[in-house]
T-cell receptor, first 116, second 109 residues
Framework: DSGVTQTPKHLITATGQRVTLRCSPR?????VYWYQQSLDQGLQFLIQ???????AKGNILERFSAQQFPDLHSELNLSSLELGDSALYFC???????????????FGPGTRLLVL | EDQVTQSPEALRLQEGESSSLNCSYT??????LFWYRQDPGKGPEFLFT???AGEEKEKERLKATLTKKESFLHITAPKPEDSATYLC??????????FGAGTILRVKS
């Protein structure tokens, strides 16, 4: 158990809908990262937040957005969903803001999203 | 473009048969190299971080090494419970972690 929690575990929805995924980092970690994992793309970095502020951006679509709240939990919002958005979405956390480079990122169990 | 390539894509071993997984990278500004283990449907589990060429780290039957262009994950006398997908990732300037596609390891008893 990494200490990172994600809810829900599974989500089934229809095209065009909007969903929110939630992540709580390990105790003491200030950075949260979001990743998408699909069969054909592997693990793709989406976005990083550090202490409430956006720090780094990867291949995140404009239909997707995220935020980190004062209690450090984070939410990833996916809107106008398409079939191709079906994937595993992982959240990770690290102590400081350099998890993309030097610090270890600890991953949560993921949310499996299925868009029908 | 920053690239991380893992080989082989899949590896089948008999219990006790040692082998190595490779992670080669073409990146600008490597800050750290990370190895993770991922079981089906679960989140990646951290194994090792390497920062400089020549560095080695060990944990049970696993040993990770790093050169200027690649990293190896050596598995000594593997057991069936070592079966998983092993992911390599490079940390870059700009706080980005780029993952390889992974090596699927199956160890048969």
């Amino acid at each position: 158990d990494s200490g990172v929690t994600q809810t829900p575990k599974h989500l089934i929805t229809a095209t065009g809908q909007r969903v929110t995924l939630r992540c709580s980092p390990r105790s003491g970690d200030l950075s949260v990262y979001w990743y998408q994992q699909s069969l054909d793309q592997g693990l793709q970095f989406l976005i990083q937040y550090y202490n409430g502020e956006e720090r780094a951006k990867g291949n995140i679509l404009e239909r997707f957005s995220a935020q980190q709240f004062p209690d450090l939990h984070s939410e990833l919002n996916l809107s106008s969903l398409e079939l191709g958005d079906s994937a595993l979405y992982f959240c990770a956390s690290s102590v400081g803001e350099r998890g993309g480079a030097e610090e270890t990122q600890y991953f949560g169990p993921g949310t499996r999203l299925l868009v029908l | 473009e920053d690239q991380v390539t893992q080989s082989p894509e899949a590896l089948r071993l008999q219990e006790g048969e040692s082998s190595s997984l490779n992670c080669s990278y073409t990146v600008s500004g490597l800050r750290g190299l990370f190895w993770y283990r991922q079981d089906p449907g679960k989140g990646p589990e951290f194994l090792f971080t390497l920062y400089s060429a020549g560095e080695e780290k060990e944990k049970e039957r696993l040993k990770a090494t790093l050169t200027k262009k690649e990293s190896f994950l050596h598995i000594t006398a593997p057991k069936p419970e070592d079966s998983a997908t092993y992911l390599c990732a490079v940390g870059l300037y700009g706080n980005k972690l780029v993952f390889g596609a992974g090596t699927i390891l199956r160890v048969k008893s």
